[in-house]
Every structure is written in C-alpha cells, then in structure tokens.
C-alpha cells in the first residue's frame, strides 16, 4: 500500500510473537476470549465517556453498544468488530507494538518455562494470541479523535499503518480481522465459535451477535416466471441484504396469496450471550459453577482452581450497592513485592450497571487487594468524573462495609473447614464437608501476611482480624492453632498469653526461654515471620489478655514461695554481676524463675526491641 508507514515492534514483544506464532500450545481457542475481552474493555471505555458526553456515541449505528462475529469461509478471515471507543494513529502504534507493557518480558519468561498461554490476559499482553490462529492480522479502527486507520502485520517483527481509504467506514470502533493459518480451519465453523464464546464470554456485559447462516422455510410465490423470483435468488448471495429481502417480500406476500415453501439459507444476527450480570440475580438462583465461571472471568484465569471463597450481597440503607467478593485461590507473585506502593486494586467499580474503573483504590484498604470482585452501586452519581467520584461521601460506607463482608468471608473459610474444629467429633465424622478440608490453611498460606498487615494497619478491625490469625505453638504439634485455641488450653490461673519470635520454629524450640515455661506446662506461640515483629507491637491483647514476649522482661509464671528467699541470698552476686557489666551493657541483673538447665539468660527490657528485632532491623540497613 503506498501510504502505509512501517514500525518496528519493541524488541520483547517481538519476541513475544515469535513464540506465539511458533507456539505448539494446543488451546489456541483462548485467542477468541481475548479479542472478546478486549473489545469489552472498548466498550466499557465509550460507555463511561457518554456519562458525561453524550454526543461522543454519536448516531444511528453508532450508539448500539455490541460485539459482532463474522466468518468469510472462502477467505478464510475471521472478523470480531466493536463500537467501542477506537484507537487513534498514535494509540495503535503505541499500544500494538512499541511500547511493551509491564508484563510482557514477565509473560516471556514465564512462556520459556511453562510454555502455558492460558494466563496470557493477566500479563496486558493478550492481543497477541491472535496469532496463534493468525499468519497474518489486520485491525481497522476508528476513533472519535482521528480518522480510520488500518494496522497489520504478519508477525516478521514488524508492523504498518496506513490512512484506510478502502474500507468501509466504521463509524467507530475496531475491527480485527484474522487472516487464519491453514491448520486453524476449525474457527470458520459457525458452531465452534458459538461454544467458544458460550463458554470464555459468559460474562461480558455487552451483547455478542454472529452473522449466522440459517436454514428457514420461505414463502415464495407459486407462480413460476414471477419477477421477483429471480431477484430472490440473485440477493441470497449477498448477505448483508437478507434481511432487506425478507422484509420486502412480506410486503410481497400481501399482494399474492398463492405461495410455496422452499428451504433457503439466510443469514442473521444471532445473539450469542444473555447480559443480565450475575451480581444482579438472586445470590440463591446462582450455581456454584456459575459463581466459579464469573471469577475465572474477572481474574482472566481460565484454569479449573475454584475461588476459596466468595460472598455476593447486596446492601441496603443510605448507601445502596451490590457487590461479589471473591478469595482467589493462589497469590499472585508480585502481592507483596509493590504492597506500599501499589496502586491497584482488584475490585471492578460499577454505577448503575455502568463500568467506571478497575484502579478505584478507595474501595477496600490495601491488606485486602488479594481480594477480587466488583461493586455496583445505585448510590453514586453517574454524571460526574472519575475525580469527583473518588472523593464521593458514600465511598466510606460502601468501603466500611466491604471490609466487614470480607472479613466474614474469610472466617466461613475456617468455620467451614472440619481441620479448623476443635470439636474431635466434627472433624472425624464430617464427611459431607470434605470439599472444604484443609481451606483455611491453605488459605493462611497464601494470604496470612495480609492479615498481619490489617492487623497493623486497620484498628477498627484488629479484633476481628486476630481472629484469623494461625501460628504453631509449643502446643500445637506442627498444625497451625488460632487465638481462640491457644486460650481454650490457657492453665488455670495463666493471665498471659506467652510468644516468642524468631527465625524459625526449630531455632525456638530449643530456646533456653522456654524451660521452664515448658516444664509447667505453658503454651508458647511461635512468631517466625520478620512482620510478626511489627504485628507484635500493635496487638497488645486479645479477648482481655495481654500478649508476653517470654524474652523480655515482665515474664510471670505464678508466685513460687521461694522467690524472696532467693532474691535475699543472692543479693551480693546480683549487686557485684550488674556492676561488673556496667550501665552501658545491661539495665539491670535479675534472679528469675523462667530458666531451667540454662544458668542465666539475656532478656529484653520489656519496651526494648527483642533479639529477633534487632536482628530483623540490622538486616534492613545492611
Ligand atoms: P490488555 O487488554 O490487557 O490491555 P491487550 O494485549 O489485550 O492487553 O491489548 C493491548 C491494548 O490494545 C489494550 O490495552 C487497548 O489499549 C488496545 N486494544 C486492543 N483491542 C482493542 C479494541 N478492540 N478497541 C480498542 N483498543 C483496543
Ligand atoms: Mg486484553
């Protein structure tokens, strides 16, 4: 083409396509989800740009918000088109092609490894699969801020882009056409592309219509050498005007009664998906599968993991909003590597049905970002920009009331799993439960450190949240105990409830702490994680009990008769070790009753920093 203007792809998504293209990968169908996906994300960005423009829908065609499918057998292209909002010239170059995202060399490298291109919508780099069907691919598109402009490339590390002047126009929005390798014939058949978009598309918010052929009786006049006849038989191989046809004939059939039937194919839009979204319906109406399938679909994992937990709700009151909350069964890598600095949450925020962003972070605090869903709310103004939502009163509500549900959540994870029962019974008898066995650990495994944070970072919470705590203890035989469990065992008489913190369990257990404590009988909780440090100085008690660090001071385990005595008698080796050592070394040398074998110890001041925090901060400045 003569005024085509040629770019070449960023090196790593060069690269990208290179595997793609020569990829084995036997699933190429999720190509078909991603376009789906893609053109959604399209409209949902128009959408939310009429709110406060309306004429940027412009008219007629244009205003109808869909996704249409469309097969050319003998060319083997298939196209998927969308009214969204289009790219410009510039937004087609920089976002097909040269400027890599984030996640592409992360996709690359993951690709080398597992060879696995399901999750290929996690990494913002989906378009791509295109060409795991595709040799070569075209997109169309047009936005309201440019022309129509023609992108495409045969994935040879390069692309061009040409001003379209051959084309029908599209008013607005793209159109991806896939020119098909020859071994992916099977995406020309009507059906397969129905099941495949039956299947991955469920839950897109937007009507998706093939062009289908269809086999239907018409009525054409019995007489022979009528005119219009022939005209029948010339127009059915133009598709577009069947449906034109159809309605000039029954105008037709008025004037001539005397008809026959004959078999014709006629081709049709047909809808593919029925839009009423899930979080509407009646939470008692949704299946589990149905609930599995929603998450697969927000979370752009298309594996068979079930979500560990979900809640859908709805509230009511000043502020009014639904929302589905999901726990996702495995944490993402990065969870806790851009925790601080972060700006993302997972939660898709919608105003009356209307999607207005996925990065609203004021929904849920950042302890809970690992949680993935949406909010719809009635509350919320429409009209108004992102910016003033943000900072829109009922905000504070919906968020308040997130946190709670979510917390409740994540405590039926354990409520419901037979290892978390202290009851012997339940655990051995319940076998209806099966499915639920071992959740909550794996839950903790997954995302314990989140609760730690919240108990850090949320006050209001802290109780509810240290509920949801596990550790091992000297007690706990290797599982993990809770809170709860820990004071059901508490002796009588014992007012603390005893921890220590260090690197490992194995290093504490041998712990010259924890003599004496273990030789009467005291459970001791096992802090072995570098946060429990900081988790330590905000949770003060729990249920009316203190926490005690049995390496600091203040350890009390009961009043032994002997003490007084002791103290007397060793009155001149206390006096004489505490001035050898010197004010610089130690604040003061004690006769205790916390060791056993160990002839004395160094304990910690009791607002002082234990060895293990001296130790964690050393290694921070290093
Ligand atoms: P992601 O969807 O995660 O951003 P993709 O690789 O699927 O990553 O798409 C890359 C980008 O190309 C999108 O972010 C979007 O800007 C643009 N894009 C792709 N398809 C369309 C489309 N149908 N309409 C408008 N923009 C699109
Ligand atoms: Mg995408």
Redesign the pocket.
């Given at each position: 083409r003569s005024n085509a203007e040629k770019f070449e792809f960023q090196a790593e998504v060069s690269r990208l396509m290179d595997i793609i293209i020569n990829s084995l990968y036997s699933n190429k169908d999720i190509f078909l989800r991603?376009l789906i996906?893609?053109?959604s994300?399209?409209l949902d960005k128009i959408r939310f740009l009429s709110l406060t423009d309306k004429d940027v829908l412009g008219e007629g065609d244009n205003t109808k918000l869909d996704i249409q499918i469309k097969l050319d057998k003998e060319k083997k292209i298939l196209s998927i088109r969308?009214r969204?909002?289009?790219?410009t010239k510039e937004?087609l170059i920089k976002?097909?092609g040269t400027i890599a995202?984030s996640g592409t060399s992360a996709f690359v490298e993951k690709m080398q490894t597992s060879g696995d291109l399901n999750l290929i919508?996690q990494f913002?780099?989906?378009?791509?699969s295109v060409y795991l069907v595709a040799d070569y691919v075209e997109v169309i598109?047009k936005n309201n801020d440019d022309k129509q402009y023609v992108w495409e490339s045969k994935a040879d590390g390069a692309f061009a882009i040409s001003e379209d002047t051959w084309n029908e126009p599209l008013g607005r929005?793209?159109e991806?056409r896939l020119h098909l390798k020859e071994e992916a014939g099977e995406y020309l058949q009507e059906s397969k592309l129905k099941e495949l978009v039956k299947r991955y598309s469920e839950f897109i918010n937007f009507p998706i219509y093939i062009w289908a052929s269809k086999e239907v009786d018409v009525e054409v006049p019995a007489d022979e050498d009528d005119s219009s006849d022939e005209e029948d038989s010339s127009e059915s191989s133009s598709k577009e005007e069947s449906e034109d046809e159809d309605a000039d004939k029954s105008e037709d059939e008025e004037k001539k009664p005397k008809t026959k039937t004959v078999k014709e194919t006629t081709y049709e839009w047909e809808l593919l998906n029925d839009v009423k979204a899930i979080w509407l319906r009646n939470p008692k109406e949704v299946t589990e599968e149905e609930y599995t399938k929603f998450y697969h679909s927000l979370a752009k994992d298309f594996s068979d993991e079930k979500p560990l937990a979900w809640s859908h709700f709805t509230a009511e009151g000043d502020v009014e909003f639904k929302a589905v909350l999901f726990v996702p069964p495995k944490a993402p890598q990065d969870l806790y590597e851009s925790y601080y600095n972060a700006n993302k949450s997972n939660l898709k925020l919608y105003v009356r049905r209307v999607f207005i962003s996925d990065e609203f972070n004021e929904l849920l605090p950042k302890y809970l970002n690992f949680l993935l869903g949406l909010v719809d709310s009635d509350t919320l103004p429409l009209n108004v920009s992102r910016e003033m939502l943000q900072q829109h009163s009922s905000l504070k509500t919906i968020k308040k009331k997130l946190i709670r549900k979510a917390l409740d959540m994540i405590r039926r994870i354990a409520d419901e799993d037979p290892d978390e029962s202290t009851d012997k019974e339940k655990k051995d008898t319940s076998s209806d439960n099966n499915e639920k066995k071992g959740q909550y650990s794996k839950f903790w495994n997954e995302f314990g450190k989140s609760i730690k944070l919240g108990i850090i970072e949320d006050a209001t919470n802290r109780n509810r949240l240290a509920k949801l705590l596990r550790f091992e203890s000297t007690k706990s035989e290797g599982k993990l105990t809770s809170l709860d469990q820990y004071i059901s065992r508490m002796k009588a008489g014992q007012k603390d409830i005893f921890y220590i913190t260090g690197t490992s369990k194995e290093q504490l257990e041998n712990s010259p702490f924890l003599e004496r404590l273990k030789k009467k009988n005291f459970e001791v909780i096992f802090f072995t994680d570098p946060v429990d440090e900081y988790l330590m100085q905000y949770l003060m008690d729990y249920e009316d009990k203190k926490f005690q660090n049995v390496s600091k001071e203040g350890l009390k385990l009961g009043k032994d008769s002997k003490d007084k005595e002791l103290k007397e008698s060793f009155k001149d080796l206390t006096k004489w070790w505490k001035t050898a050592l010197s004010k610089d070394n130690v604040d003061d040398v004690k006769i205790s009753n916390r060791l056993d074998n160990t002839p004395c110890v160094v304990v910690t001041s009791k607002f002082g920093w234990s060895a293990n925090m001296e130790r964690i901060m050393q290694s921070q400045t290093l």
């Open positions: 991603e996906s893609n053109a994300d399209a969308d969204g909002i289009g790219m937004d976002n097909l995202k919508g913002g780099v989906g378009f791509y598109s929005g793209t991806i």
